[in-house]
């Protein structure tokens, strides 16, 4: 499935949760959630650990949201407990499907899908591709920055420099660090621009893209589909 598919798909999906206020309407997005996590059973460990923070936060957003209501509302208690409990759970529903999207998917295919269509419309618009291609390439050695990081901080712990403790003690061995490897990477990004330059890379508009993943009239329907299906559901259940 194109990655552009099944983000629509995911997400009219989530919204649909959000956007569902009747009781059986919500049962059907929570009953569709639970099939699609049964389904993806194999990625049950990395789903825990991905959802893990937001467990801690729906109770503290209910209460918040609870405690908020019953001093400026005048509504009775059983109505806010059940606005409490409904909207909980439709983030706990919308939660675990994006999180399941997040394990399905790779960040940079959206970019390579984007770009496989804009390639196939041919239009020369440079200020697209030279877009395009910043978030390609943004999402491509965002990976490295993070390993190069990381490996400052494990040096540091190699030499016997005592780690920060505070939040306050972190934020100023960070604010140190950052202006350096800030002038460091963009010592690589000038060196990394100069070789695409010399290959020739964006000499062509459009530039080409590989892998080239089609969008196809299938892919077309799908977004189309199920995107109205979800519309049309919530425009003849009553509110």
């Known amino acids: 499935m194109n990655p552009i598919t099944r983000l629509c798909l995911f997400l009219a999906f989530s919204i649909s949760t959000l956007l569902a206020t009747d009781s059986s309407l919500l049962a059907l997005h929570i009953f569709a959630g639970l099939v699609l996590i049964i389904v993806e059973r194999k990625h049950w460990d990395e789903w825990k650990k991905r959802t893990a923070p937001f467990w801690k936060f729906f109770p503290i957003s209910g209460a918040i949201y609870f405690t908020l209501s019953f001093l400026v509302s005048d509504r009775p208690v059983p109505a806010i ?92 061995r960070v604010a140190q660090f950052i202006p350096d490897f800030i002038i460091l990477n963009l010592s690589k990004a000038e060196t990394i621009t100069a070789v695409m330059m010399m290959r020739g890379y964006g000499s062509t508009i459009p530039r080409s893209v590989y892998p080239f993943i089609s969008f196809s009239l299938s892919d077309l329907f799908w977004c189309v589909g199920i995107t109205g299906a979800l519309i049309g559901v919530h425009a003849f259940v009553p509110v």
Request: glycine share 2%.
């Open 81 to 172: 407990l059940m606005d409490v409990t409904t909207s909980t759970i439709r983030l706990i529903v919308m939660v675990s499907i994006m999180t399941i999207y997040t394990i399905q998917s790779k960040s940079g295919d959206i970019i390579i899908a984007v770009r496989s269509i804009w390639y196939k419309l041919n239009l020369n618009w440079r200020w697209v591709e030279d877009l395009l291609l910043f978030f390609d390439m943004t999402i491509r050695f965002f990976p490295s920055l993070q390993e190069e990081w990381r490996q400052t901080e494990r040096s540091q712990m190699a030499l016997s420099i005592n780690p920060p403790r505070t939040l306050m003690q972190k934020t100023l």
